[in-house]
Structure formats: structure tokens, C-alpha cells
């Protein structure tokens, strides 16, 4: 079944502003789908990142489920769709908004805010998967914590307590149980000082800068509160302890306002040796405060361990790794795409889908050297369906119009999750290369759906 939700963003947004852009940065970090608040988390190698998702076209915060995107090289990001939503919770009614995960006792607890249909409240939830990639479900079947606040942050201490925090107007926590599903005592708020969260200078009726999204951390033995900060329009700052419940003294700002989002929402994260700054903006067409987008930069911590002032790039983290094209890769492992979705695989996972003549996706880092393959690649096959009449993918190397080292036609298979396995001759694939999948196909109209690709 094909997925036309987003193809109004997809195609008119994505197709216009993309295609006049071949070889571009790859900030924001997903372009299929509008995502906001992002939440890493660093598993088995392999850094996943949590959304929310905006909906496009809307006029509020209009939100219905939670997607996950990882990677293992900061560039190529596989999409692994709707990991939870409004339905996994029975009790909630709507504003499936900003979360977070993490893991212990070999499973994975998401805590995120929702509306409590029988109160109206806003209220947090604990969603719960032996896979990182879920499905989660409802781990209680009630809210855990309502008192009409939302933004959760959680992390385990070096002695194991797990704190959880939320916000909004004011900072809350409790201590939660080993069992991460309930707690131990009553939520408390932490204070809100101009010592210990900075001075107000928006015009709302506030004391300090604290305004949301706090996102708590600890490294080399000093505790983080990274939060979004005045409004509107929000910029990003933070404060440290010498332990999770204060006393905070405020740093300053990390990301100024910036971006065409009058939110942020910060995380950070190690991994792989680096640091990174993750965030949110309305930088892909169409995107504005309510239809946003997730990007990354890497940082440097200076030498105290605080935080420098970071800004909003297109550039987005550089590359750490390469990806091997020999082994099977999922269509949905994308650097920059335009014009295309991705939908439910009848064959499992996601497949790459709403292909119209002219849209391509990039994937970054392709070692055509790889196995030793001195002499590169000398095949391609990927897995494909279509109810129409098909088309052809291009393998371009470096840019769109860049040198085209192969050619595979698709053809009709009678259904768009009906599959079959493509073949085609490759020459000139080598070296460590960006490798651009070009979609062509007469007429109007979707082309076809691609599952996952492979060289030989």
C-alpha cells in the first residue's frame, strides 16, 4: 500500500529546493518527514536518534507518534519508522511531543508527554521494548508522573539511581525505582534561580531563562542541564552541578536563536570518541515553528569541561566512517534525499517509496574498496516493486550529474509490495565515493519502491 501522507512535503517542497542543490550539506539530518526534539542514545556501536514528528501543514504542535533514525557513520541515517504513538497508550488523547530513551536490565523505557483524555492534563508516560527499535507498548497502562507538565530527560547516576526530569514552567524529578516504572517518594521541584539558570530577558512573566527541554547529563564528574531557554523565539543554554540535584550554576548560552523554529531542543551525546550537539530548526522547505526538522554539529568540550557556543550549520557533523556497498543496505539508509518517502516493507522494516521521475537519495562515504575490491564494483542489485509501469535507477557518483557508473531498469512487478531482485553491470565504481541514486521514469506519477541495494 503506498503512504501519501507526506507527499505534499516530499514532493513539492523537497523536489523544488533539492534538485537546485546536487552536491549539498546534509543538515537537517532527515528530509522525508518533518521530525522535532531529537533524543540519542549510543547502543552496540551504533548511535539511534528518537523523534517526534511534526506534521505537516500544521498550525500547532500537531503530533501523533515517535520515529527512530540511527547511524554508525553521523551522515548515512536509516529510518526505522514509528517506534510508538498516541495508540500504545489507551489513556492518552493527544500531543505525542518531546521524549527520550534509555536502557537498563536489557530493555528500552521511553518517557514521553501526552495528554490525559480523561483529565486534559499533560502527563508522562512509559513506554517499554526489549529492542531498541521496539514496538513499545504501555509499561504501566496510566501516566506515571501528571501535573500538566511535559519534556522528560532521564539518566542513571554511577551508583545506579535513575532520575527522572520534566519541565515547563517549572523543573521537576523523582528518583525512580530500579524497575524504571515507578518512583520513590513525590515529585519535587528543583529551584529555579537566576544563579542557577541565568536571568530572564524575554517578556514573559518569569524569573529566569529556564523555559523547557531540559536534557540532563553527567560527564567526567560534572552534572549537565542543557535546556531551551527564553521564548519566543527560544536559543539553547545551560548549567552544571556537583550532583543531579544541584546546587546548578548557570554557564550560559550554547546555541543562540537561530533557524526559522521559534522552539529548540537540545541533546547531547558521545560517541565514537566525539562529541555532538543535536538540535531542531524549520530549515527544510515548508518548515517554519510547527513543521521542524533535527540537525547535528560535533563540538569540542573546552578544557574545564564547559561547552562553547555552537551555531546552526547546513554542513552538520563529518563523516566518521565508510559504508561498505558489498554488504546489503537498506534503501532507507539515506544521507540527503529529494522527493521520496518511506512506508512499511511487506518484506520487513521500511522501503524507500513516492518515487516520481527526477527524485534521487545520496548516500555518503561508499568505500568501493572495500573486501579489497581493488577494481571496485562490477554489479548492482536491489530489491524492487511496482504497480506501474517502473522506470530505471541511475548510479551516480559524487553528484547527481556526476559520473554515471550504472544503469538498472525496474520493472512492473503488478504490485507496489510486490518484489523482485534487480540486476545491472557496473563500471568505474571505485574508491571511497558519494553515491547518488538517480530515479527516472517516463510519464507522471510514482515509478517504484526499492526495499535494500547491493554491489558485487
Known amino acids: 500500500m503506498k503512504t501519501f501522507e507526506l507527499a505534499s512535503l516530499s514532493i513539492t517542497f523537497l523536489l523544488a529546493f533539492l534538485h537546485n542543490s546536487e552536491v549539498r550539506a546534509d543538515n537537517p539530518i532527515i528530509q522525508t518527514i518533518y521530525t522535532a526534539d531529537p533524543a540519542p542514545i549510543v547502543y552496540n556501536n551504533r548511535l539511534y536518534c528518537f523523534t517526534d514528528h511534526d506534521l505537516p501543514g500544521s498550525t500547532f504542535f500537531n503530533m501523533t507518534d515517535w520515529r527512530l533514525f540511527s547511524t554508525v557513520d553521523m551522515v548515512n541515517w536509516q529510518d526505522h519508522g514509528v517506534v510508538m504513538s498516541l495508540k500504545t497508550f489507551s489513556w492518552a488523547s493527544a500531543n505525542a511531543w518531546a521524549g527520550q530513551v534509555i536502557n537498563r536490565n536489557n530493555k528500552f523505557y521511553y518517557y514521553a508527554p501526552m495528554t490525559h483524555g480523561a483529565t486534559g492534563a ?33 539518566f542513571i547516576d554511577d551508583d545506579g539511581q535513575a532520575y527522572l526530569y520534566w519541565a515547563n514552567p517549572d523543573l521537576w524529578y523523582v528518583k525512580l525505582n530500579e524497575d524504571m516504572i515507578s518512583y520513590s517518594g513525590s515529585p519535587a521541584q528543583i529551584q529555579l534561580t537566576v544563579a542557577g539558570f541565568g536571568a530572564r530577558q524575554g517578556n514573559e512573566n518569569r524569573t529566569t531563562s529556564f523555559e523547557e527541554g531540559p536534557w540532563v547529563y553527567k560527564r567526567n564528574g560534572i552534572y549537565y542541564n542543557v535546556f531551551a531557554a527564553d521564548c519566543c523565539s527560544e536559543d539553547i543554554r545551560y548549567s552544571t552541578s556537583p550532583g543531579p540535584l544541584g546546587p546548578w550554576t548557570y554557564r550560559g548560552v550554547v546555541m543562540p536563536t537561530q533557524g526559522s523554529s521559534f522552539t529548540n531542543h537540545p541533546a547531547v551525546i558521545d560517541f565514537m570518541g566525539n562529541s555532538y550537539f543535536f538540535y531542531h530548526n524549520g530549515a527544510l522547505p515548508g518548515g517554519g515553528g510547527f513543521d521542524r526538522s533535527v540537525a547535528v554539529e560535533k563540538f569540542v568540550y573546552n578544557a574545564d569541561g564547559s561547552i562553547p557556543q555552537i551555531n546552526m550549520t547546513t554542513a552538520g557533523a563529518p563523516r566518521i566512517n565508510t559504508l561498505n556497498p558489498y554488504q546489503r543496505q537498506e534503501a532507507e539508509l539515506i544521507a540527503w534525499s529529494s522527493g521520496v518517502s518511506t512506508e512499511m516493507c511487506s518484506e520487513g522494516g521500511l522501503d524507500v517509496c513516492n518515487i516520481n521521475n527526477g527524485d534521487y537519495v545520496k548516500v555518503e562515504g561508499v568505500d568501493f574498496s572495500a573486501n579489497g575490491a581493488s577494481v571496485g564494483a562490477k554489479s548492482f542489485s536491489a530489491r524492487v516493486a511496482s504497480a506501474t509501469s517502473g522506470g530505471n535507477i541511475q548510479l551516480h557518483l559524487d553528484s547527481v550529474g556526476g559520473a554515471l557508473v550504472g544503469s538498472c531498469t525496474v520493472p512492473s512487478t503488478g504490485g507496489w509490495q510486490t518484489w523482485t531482485t534487480i540486476n545491472c553491470s557496473v563500471s568505474g565504481a571505485t574508491g571511497v565515493r558519494d553515491l547518488f541514486f538517480v530515479y527516472t521514469g517516463g510519464g507522471t506519477g510514482f515509478l517504484f519502491n526499492i526495499n535494500w541495494w547491493q554491489f558485487s
Open 122 to 154: 499533560m502527563a508522562i508516560g512509559v513506554g517499554v521494548s526489549n529492542n531498541i527499535t521496539g514496538p513499545y507498548v504501555d509499561a504501566l497502562g496510566h501516566p506515571l508522573v501528571e501535573n500538566n507538565e511535559i519534556d522528560p530527560t532521564v
